[in-house]
């Protein structure tokens, strides 16, 4: 169980968190939505307890998150970093490995190789075990790193997984297998938070979502509930419609296109060379005949 | 001098009361009191610089730091001129082998210091910066090379060995004495450097990610410096600056098996031994009578490297 209190964290006198309190049962996926700025990644760092927050409290498994030991914590939740660079070509298993340096049982080597072949299976890369970190694609590395958090909490249920913005450089079968992973993990008892961009993914595979804005938390619940227009307006700027996919009963977000006329660029070029002026601006299509799939949530 | 391989194994053998030998009493002088001193320093100073290259690219995160490029040995050389220079005021009253003792500390010290100030220096916004460190690397070779100079210019012509000797390294020092004061600060960094491998390996792949896996960063960060500018200055308080020797070992080693450091640093120490003892020999056999200083040598074949690894990534990271 993860309870935060309250938390505010400040950097050079800029609040990037504001009184932020909510707290996750263990089996929990919640997903972190917010617009760029909103301060998404900083409540990660909060959480992982790489930063300290300037009030507040961050209560994990009953015990203040600040009090643990770097060993213990690191047995009781792992982060996954938005950028991981690698520059050593190291193989993939030896990556995922590296998340049991701190927490493996020297003297049970034989169980780090359990976490593994376990790890490697459940994401999907028992067929790349031997190849060089730097022969992948950005989304393979990716996921070789969600690979090596996964290690390190093997053997432990009900630990914290943060997740930011996993599913970075990732095509869209991996996208979906990612999360797919992350709600197994909460199924078996982990209490996973995931950062995330794409408000679909969310609304599919998460099974609460919040959304931060300009440091607080904003909406707090169920992907229904969260998911309206009124909100997407609000916290990012978009005009969308939710929608109820029939057959998954699931929300389903779709904005509106943004249109802009380049207005002025590239004008001068054109009377110099005599080049007819262009518009960029598109005719207007109906949305509706594009999802007449789906009935229009209330 | 010439010695046959022959006379070379009977005096050995003889030495350790194994049989007699039919080698004149200078040549078994030679080979006892010059030569095999030598190669036990060589071997040393190679697996120092082969182990201490490795962890230093470890802790940068960057396959381009080495010893000798970012100032770190320039600065144990430094410190080894200025005790040097003012021997008189600091150790008159110390035994020989205790005033060998007092220069690699000393030269571990410079090298310990220069190593902060480059690490310090080199992250710009909390990342390692490979231009920055370079820079910062040619500044204090500038600087140490020129304050050694003064130093050497100054100081009383018999003391010093020439400038030649601290900017291009050589094994022609080596005596007992000083192969055995070397000894313990080899020794040292030789066990405990593989023991923060697995920490290395984490450094790879982000400083924050050494903690937030359950490992102490600053621990592993002390340790590998200290024990590794031990070995550096412990090495060039003997035997001057050798360099491309941390630069060569350390990818030659990973090309043998991989990147792991718990393969990578105890191998490259071996390797450090093997090939450092070889350039010797060549430096001395190549254009004899003359004996090649050994940082050409070991620059003739480390250079190289160094263009070779700066043209992949720059490929890299036009791909």
Partial sequence: MLRVESISYKLNNRPLL???????????????????????????????????????????????????????????????????????????????????????????????LVALTETLEVCGLTDLAERSMLSLSGGEQQRVHLARVLCQLWNNKEALLLLDEPTNNMDLQFQHQTLAIAAALAKKGYMVIVVLHEVNLAAQYASRIIILKDGRKWWDGTPA??????????????????????????????????RLDAGEFNSNLSIQHQIPHTNFKTSSTDQNETINLLSVQA | MPITIREVIETLAHSMGLFDTTAEPVNQGVILFIRLPRVVMGILVGAALGISGTAIQGIFRNPLAEPSLIGISAGASLMAVLIIAFEALLFSGLTEILGYYFLAFGAFSGAGITAMLVYQLSKTNGQPSVSTMLLT????????????????????????????????????GATWKNVSCLFPFVLIPLI???????????????????SLTGLD???????????????????????????????????????????????????????????LSI?????????????????????????????????????????
């Fill in chain 2, 279 to 319: 350039a010797d020999m060549v430096s001395r056999m190549i254009v004899q009578p003359i004996e090649l200083p050994i940082g050409v040598v070991t620059a003739l074949m480390g250079a190289p490297v160094f263009l070779y690894i700066l043209i992949r990534d720059k490929k890299k990271s036009l791909n």
């Fill in chain 2, 137 to 172: 690397g040619i500044a204090i070779n500038a600087l140490a090379g020129a304050l050694t100079g003064l130093v050497t210019y100054l100081a009383d012509e018999q003391k010093l060995r020439s400038i030649t000797f601290w900017m291009m390294g050589s094994l022609g």
């Fill in chain 1, 18 to 112: 504001k009184d932020i309190s909510f707290s996750i049962r263990a089996g929990e996926m919640v997903a972190l939505l917010g617009s760029n700025g909103a301060g998404k990644s900083t409540l990660m760092k909060v959480l992982s307890g790489e930063q300290k927050p300037d009030s507040g409290r961050i209560i994990l498994h009953g015990e203040n998150l600040q009090h643990y030991k770097r060993k213990a914590l690191a047995l009781k939740r792992a982060y996954l970093q938005q950028h991981n660079p690698i520059s050593m070509a190291f193989t993939v298993k030896e990556v995922v490995m590296m998340g049991r340096y701190g927490v493996g049982n020297p003297s049970a080597p034989e169980l780090d």
């Fill in chain 2, 217 to 275: 960063p600053n621990r592993i960060k002390i340790w590998v410096v200290i024990l590794s500018t031990m070995a550096v200055g412990a090495s060039v308080s003997v035997s001057g600056i050798i360099g491309f020797i941390g630069l060569l070992i350390p990818h030659m080693t990973r090309l043998l098996g991989g990147v792991d450091h718990r393969f990578v640093i105890p191998v490259s120490a071996l390797m450090g031994a093997l090939v």
């Fill in chain 1, 225 to 258: 509930e969260v998911l309206t227009p009124q909100h997407m307006y609000t916290a990012f700027g978009i005009h969308a419609q939710a929608y109820t996919d029939q057959r998954s009963l699931k929300t389903i977000i779709v904005p509106q296109e943004i």
């Fill in chain 2, 192 to 210: 405990g450097l593989p023991l923060l491998a697995r920490g290395l390996n984490l450094f790879a792949i982000g400083e924050s990610q050494v």
